[in-house]
């Protein structure tokens, strides 16, 4: 029993190694997934399952389509500055 707590507890010493292939950047939709459910849940003076769903979708896109468009254009960017 404390030999599985240890190693859990190990687990979170080390950084989890991504990489920089451009699937690694999916990584960022689960992050973006916990920030819009912790920010509403700290927002909305009242949670009501069905508001706070919706509002955390909302927020979701709102945060996915924002990080896309960045990308994209720094993509362009680069594409333009390297020729």
Request: proline share 4%; net charge positive; charged share 10%.
């Amino acid at each position: 029993m404390l030999d599985n707590l240890t190693n859990m507890i190990a687990t979170f010493t080390a950084p989890e190694h991504i990489g920089t292939t451009p699937y690694s950047l999916l990584w960022i939709f689960p992050l973006m997934a916990s920030v819009s459910i912790i920010y509403k849940a700290t927002k909305l003076r009242v949670i009501f399952v069905k508001k706070f769903i919706k509002e955390v979708v909302i927020l979701f896109l709102t945060l996915s389509l924002f990080m896309i468009g960045v990308s994209v254009l720094l993509y362009f960017i680069v594409w333009f500055a390297t020729g």
